[in-house]
């Protein structure tokens, strides 16, 4: 079992940058993919971006492609999205998840735990 806890949302003006975190629970963190999504309003969730279980493999959706990066910490069993050049359309909750897929993958039903969510909201 891993349980996740996403922090690190909030509201900020766009072209502003901000971090989230995902703590995992658990001694085997560094066994699973982990992976960010979002869900906008009135929309589907969506993939975002991914690490692989050591952190040097990446994958990023395209709209977010060179302006958010992922990295995690093993040591700390943390995941990151770092999100710079935040635009309106960016505004979403966002969810970690971890697989134990040994890839990134974008599909969410090869994820096997989900975090709560936190809210990222950015004002035009």
């Known amino acids: 079992q891993v349980q996740l806890v996403e922090s690190g949302g909030g509201l900020v003006q766009a072209g502003g940058s901000l971090r989230l975190s995902c703590a995992a629970s658990?001694?085997?963190?560094?066994?699973?993919?982990m992976s960010w999504f979002r869900q906008a309003p009135g929309k589907e969730r969506e993939f975002v971006t991914g690490v692989s279980r050591s952190g040097r493999s990446t994958n990023y959706a395209d709209s977010v492609e060179g302006r958010f990066t992922i990295s995690r910490d093993n040591a700390k069993n943390t995941v990151y999205l770092q999100m710079n050049s935040l635009k309106p359309e960016d505004t979403a909750v966002y969810y970690c998840?971890?697989?134990?897929?040994?890839?990134?993958?974008?599909?969410?039903?090869?994820?096997?735990?989900w975090g709560q969510g936190t809210q990222v909201t950015v004002s035009s």
């Open positions: 658990g001694r085997t963190f560094s066994r699973y993919v």
């Open positions: 998840a971890a697989t134990g897929i040994v890839m990134v993958v974008t599909r969410q039903r090869e994820y096997d735990y």
